[in-house]
């Protein structure tokens, strides 16, 4: 149907009226707001990257955690930091690790509140990397950096034990990072067995190996000892292959799955919804927040109104879920506006 100008220009010219009709509108309800928790009590380490977020111990994480839910925030996404890493990951699926006993502590004082967790090893392991490493890593050479190949079939098996090691202390919602081959269908296949056929997968599907990563290495001390991920995150150039992923997942058992990073993929979130119709999180990742919060100290942007043009754009492309840090300051610009 043809609108001539002037008719638009009437729909554009009233602020209220243009409320009214906007096409995307931005909840509370679509956030997630990410947490580092880590060993110790009254932890609260400054991540230096990302101003506002912090390591936070258990005892002080339950404080924030309350905060997001006074903030009519409806989930929190969980990333453990241990005293204690190795090369087969115990400190993962220990059931007295540091995120399961988060998790426990959320749900006895923070009712209500979703809790998710993200299920990889990398946080974990000795080395840095996602996974099992097969044998010893490649020696550097002048014309070769030493990288890793990673054991799928041993790490998918420590993936499932991590996951159920979570849902047996209360997790609501895990979500595996790792990007192994079959680990939806290795998740699935545990908590079924064991009797949690109704908790769901949110799948880290669409994982690009990216440069927007740097500021949480910082946060989750995970950086790779040697090497990089790149042998199992996704190529920045392909789109085709998300595709290809995403339907993998969801073949597997993925109910929710993801597009890491947000801002430089929306592409891709948007030919996920298109294709597959699932619900889609879109993860708003540490150096998207770091740069905009660097910009802002400069005085180039304006914070409240980049932020919240971002995650707009982020839901017009299909997000149904925005995992972002910027959460507990958009709950608050959302109800002031």
């Given at each position: 149907?043809?609108?001539?100008?002037?008719?638009l220009r009437r729909l554009r010219g009233n602020k209220n009226l243009q409320r009214m009709v906007r096409e995307t509108k931005l909840f509370v309800d679509d956030l997630v707001m990410p947490f580092f928790v880590r060993e110790g009590k009254k932890v609260k380490k400054i991540i230096s990257s990302m101003p506002g977020n912090y390591q936070l111990s258990v005892d002080n994480l339950v404080r924030e955690v309350e905060?997001?839910?006074?903030?009519?925030?409806?989930?929190?996404?969980?990333?453990?930091?241990?005293?204690?890493?190795?090369?087969?990951?115990?400190?993962?699926?220990?059931g007295e690790g540091i995120v399961q006993r988060a998790v426990r502590a959320i749900k006895d004082r923070v009712p209500g509140m979703i809790v998710i967790t993200?299920?990889?090893?990398?946080e974990y392991m000795s080395h840095g990397h996602c996974g099992i490493i097969k044998g010893r890593p490649l020696p550097k050479t002048e014309s070769r950096k030493p990288k890793a190949e990673?054991?799928?079939?041993?790490?998918?098996?420590?993936?499932?034990?991590?996951?159920?090691?979570?849902?047996?202390a209360g997790a609501?919602?895990?979500?595996?990072?790792?990007?192994?081959?079959g680990q939806v269908s290795a998740i699935r296949g545990i908590l079924d067995e064991n009797g949690y056929q109704d908790i769901p997968i949110m799948s880290y599907s669409a994982k690009y190996a990216s440069s927007f990563y740097g500021p949480f290495r910082e946060a989750a001390e995970s950086p790779p000892a040697f090497g990089d991920r790149r042998s199992y995150q996704m190529d920045m150039a392909n789109s085709h292959e998300a595709l290809r992923e995403v339907a993998l997942d969801i073949e597997e058992g993925a109910d929710i799955v993801m597009v890491k990073p947000a801002l430089g993929y929306m592409d891709i979130i948007y030919r996920v919804k298109e294709k597959f119709g699932y619900p889609v999180a879109a993860y708003s990742v540490s150096g998207?927040?770091?740069?905009?919060?660097?910009?802002?100290?400069?005085g180039w942007l304006e914070e409240k109104k980049t932020v919240?043009?971002?995650l707009t754009g982020l839901k017009r492309?299909?997000?149904?879920?925005?995992?972002?840090?910027?959460?507990?300051?958009v709950a608050r610009w959302l109800k002031e506006s």
């Open positions: 149907m043809y609108f001539p100008k002037y008719r905060e997001v839910k006074e903030a009519d925030i409806p989930a929190v996404l969980l990333f453990g930091i241990p005293d204690v890493k190795d090369e087969e990951a115990s400190s993962a699926y220990a993200d299920v990889c090893l990398c990673i054991d799928n079939e041993a790490t998918r098996h420590l993936l499932a034990r991590t996951a159920l090691s979570h849902v047996r609501d919602v895990v979500a595996p990072s790792a990007m192994m081959d998207e927040f770091a740069m905009v919060k660097a910009a802002v100290e400069k919240l043009e971002i492309a299909g997000a149904d879920i925005i995992i972002t840090y910027w959460a507990k300051d």
